[in-house]
C-alpha cells in the first residue's frame, strides 16, 4: 500500500465554557486544531489530529503544525502507511524534532492499518482491557468557591477525578484545594496541576499547607530538576507531565523515582507508534499512566481512547474525553462520555468519520 495524497484541515474547537485558565495567566478561549488525512492507493483513508494547547504550554503552537506539515507531508508520499517503524524513521530523517508535527500523521497510518487489519486500533496497540477508559476532567483556574462548586457540577455529569488548574499564589492554591477536596466522596480521586506554574518555594508552601488532603500534586514546577526536589520533600503521589516528553527522559523519571504517575500525550511523544513504547515500558515497570493529548477535537479523543483502551486497567490512571468540552463536533463515530467514562470504537481503524462540513477545504494539499 502507498500513499497517494495528504490533505490538512484546520478547524476551530471552541469551548462551551468559554475558557480554559492555567498557571501563569495562560488561558485559551478556541482552539486551533490541525486535522491530517491521508489517501492511499488502496483506496483506505486515515485521519490524524494535531491540537496545541496554545501557544505557551510546550514548544510547539498551532501554526507550527501547519508549517511543519508542509516540509514533512511530500516526503510521505510513495511511502507504506501500515510500515509505521519506517514511517517514523522517515520522518525523523526528514525533520528533526517537532512530535506534535509527526503526531497526525502517525496516528492517520494507524487508522488506515487498524483499517487495512480488520480490526479497531486498540487490537493492534495490545488489544482491549475492560469495559471501559475512566475519564477526568480538568477544572480552570478560578475561584476557590467555583471551582469546588465544579466538582459537584462534573460528579452529576458522571466524572469521579477531577483536575484543578493551580499554579498560582500558593495561598490561593491552598485554598483552591481545600475547597474542591471538601466536595470529594470516597472514590473520587482529586489532583491539583500546577502545569510548571509554582517556584520550589512556593510549592513546598502549598505541599505543606495540604498535607492532610487526600490530593495528587501535578508538574509542580518548570524543570525536571526543581520537580525532583519538591518531589523530596512531598508526601502526595507526584504526576509529572511537561518534563517528560520522550522515552529517555521518562526512563531517567524512572530510574530516579521522580514520580509515581506519568501523563503522556501522544502528540507530546510524536503519535501512537512513541507514546505506545512509552505506555509499554510504564506497564513493565508498574508507573501509572495518565494517557491523553495536549488538547484536540473528536480525532484526537478516538487515539486516546485506543491507547488507553489497550491498556491494562491498573495501569490506567486516567484519561480525557476532550471532544466533550468544545461547541464543535467533526467526526462521526467518535467516542462520546457516557457516565464518566469512554471506549474505543469496535469497527476497523480509529473508527471516525469526520464530516466533510465541518473540515471544510483543505488548507494545505499534498500528492
Ligand atoms: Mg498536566
Known sequence: MRITDIQVYRVDLPLKEGQYNWSGGKSVSVFDSTIVRVGTDAGLVGYGESCPLGPVYLASHAGGVRAGLAELAPHLIGADPTQLGV???LMDARLKGHPHVKSPLDVACWDISGQAAGVPVCSLLGGRFGAEVVLYRAISKDSPENMAAKVDGYRAEGYTRFQLKVGDDPDLDIERIRAAAARLRPGDRLVADANTGWLQHEALRVIQGVRDIDVYIEQPCLSYEECLAV?????????????????????????????????LKISKFGGLTRTRLARDLCVELGVAMTIEDTWG????????????????????????????????????????RVNGRMAAAVIPGLGVRPRAEVLGPPVLSFH
Open 87 to 89: 514511517l517514523n524513521q
Open 297 to 336: 477535537g473528536d480525532i484526537v479523543t478516538a487515539a486516546i481512547a485506543h491507547l488507553a483502551h489497550s491498556t491494562p486497567e491498573a495501569l490506567r490512571f486516567t484519561s480525557t474525553d476532550f471532544n466533550s468540552y468544545g461547541t464543535v463536533s467533526m467526526a462521526d463515530g467518535a467516542p462520546q
Open 231 to 263: 518531589r523530596a520533600h512531598c508526601h502526595h503521589p507526584f504526576v509529572l507531565d511537561e518534563v517528560i516528553n520522550d522515552t529517555p527522559t521518562l526512563l531517567r523519571a524512572v530510574s530516579e523515582r521522580a514520580m509515581d504517575v506519568v501523563n
